[in-house]
């Protein structure tokens, strides 16, 4: 017995791993292992001698027992000791330099006009990019013949072939949105609408994709004197300094009377600056809304009246923020997005002073 102890302490004290000590219990301890089978003999023996073989046996079994368990535990400490040697953290490394992404000059510059017409009490409405040609022509006043839908350049989509209805068009401007609000929320109204515009025309000044804020507010008394204070507050808000405005009489279908706006600005030194000199700069286009659009909104021109304005967001970043060609805002350049990007944090606010 003292043969089989020793044989089998020392051969799990030595042993590698796991699996070698699994094969020890069972060569040991196992069903036919050499302690059982051992144990299986005291049937054989006469009582006396079965008195002191029985207790030493279990003895012996329980000291393989107990320390194969302490063997196991302290393979896995090993184990682990060794994992914790290799993979180990520096935690007081500096850490790597990521680049991060930049919020784009026509988002920063939405969510300003956003931000001081929300001030005003306009609420944001949205409407869909392709759109029939009656919101974005008819029921802005816009009849077939009319020369608006020629000058605006028009992308149209195509119908099915034999599909003789009109087809649908890119929207050409954020007008139809008036439309959409009046059947959805009716008078008084009060909203802005911003988004993407589509005309097939390309230059420094111009992109076949580009954005606009419609405005619309309508109520009983809503007049021509209201919206020129709200643009002139707009102005002012949004280039934190007063901004000089010039109403220029004009012509929409959808606003009767209508006015182009232009701001004050000089070209000294050949940047522009806005709010002095004694230059002109037009930005949007505005007026009373036309009663045939009323109507075609589903609102009765006899009880409410308003006004409505377009302005071309991509034009007022430029101003605000020296960007001196429209096209770089849409090559993707990332040169160009990290030099007039925004920090994801530098949220517009009014008492922030809407800009970095
Ligand atoms: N929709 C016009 C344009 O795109 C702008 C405008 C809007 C004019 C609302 C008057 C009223 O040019």
């Given at each position: 017995m003292d043969d089989l102890r020793n044989k089998y302490i020392e051969a799990i004290a030595a042993a590698a791993d796991e699996a070698a000590l699994e094969e020890l219990r069972v060569q040991a301890?196992?069903?036919?292992?050499e302690v059982s089978l051992k144990m299986r003999e005291?049937?054989?023996?006469?009582p006396e001698e079965r008195q002191v073989a029985g207790p030493a046996l279990n003895a012996l079994k329980n000291e393989i027992t107990s320390a194969l368990a302490a063997k196991k535990a302290a393979l896995a400490d090993a184990a682990l000791d060794a994992r914790l040697a290799t993979e180990w953290?520096?935690?007081t490394l500096p850490a790597r330099n990521r680049r991060v992404g930049s919020i784009h000059p026509i988002s920063q510059v939405t969510e300003e006009v956003t931000a001081i017409f929300a001030d005003m009490g306009f609420a944001v409405a949205e409407g869909p990019q392709i759109e029939t040609d009656w919101y974005n022509f008819d029921a802005l006043?816009?009849?077939?013949?009319?020369p608006a839908r020629a000058e605006m350049d028009t992308f149209y989509t195509h119908r099915a072939e034999g599909d003789e209805r009109p087809p649908h068009v890119l929207?050409?401007?954020?007008?139809p949105v008036q439309i959409r609000s009046m059947e959805k929320t009716g008078a008084p109204i009060r909203i802005i609408c911003p988004g993407r515009v589509y005309r097939a025309d390309y230059d420094q000044t111009h992109t076949p994709m580009f954005h606009q804020i419609e405005g619309l507010a309508l109520g009983r008394d809503v007049s021509m004197a209201n919206l020129k204070w709200v643009l002139e507050e707009f102005f002012t808000a949004f280039f934190g300094t007063e901004v000089k405005t010039r109403f220029r009489a004009s012509h929409f279908p959808f606003t009767e009377p209508s006015a182009e706006v232009d701001i004050q600005c000089s070209w000294e030194g050949g940047t522009v600056k806005v709010g002095e000199g004694d230059d002109w700069l037009e930005v949007l286009g505005s007026g009373m809304v036309h009663p045939k659009v009323l109507e075609a909104g589903g609102i009765d021109p006899n009880e409410y009246q308003g006004f409505a304005f377009g302005i071309g967001i991509d034009r007022l970043a430029m101003l605000k923020y020296g960007?001196?060609?429209?096209r770089a805002f849409f090559d993707s350049d990332l040169r160009w997005l990290r030099h007039y990007g925004f920090a994801s944090l530098d949220q517009p606010t009014l008492h922030g002073g809407l800009s970095r």
């Open positions: 301890v196992g069903k036919k292992g005291l049937g054989k023996m006469t953290l520096d935690v006043n816009i009849p077939g013949h009319h929207r050409t401007h954020t007008s960007i001196p060609d429209l």
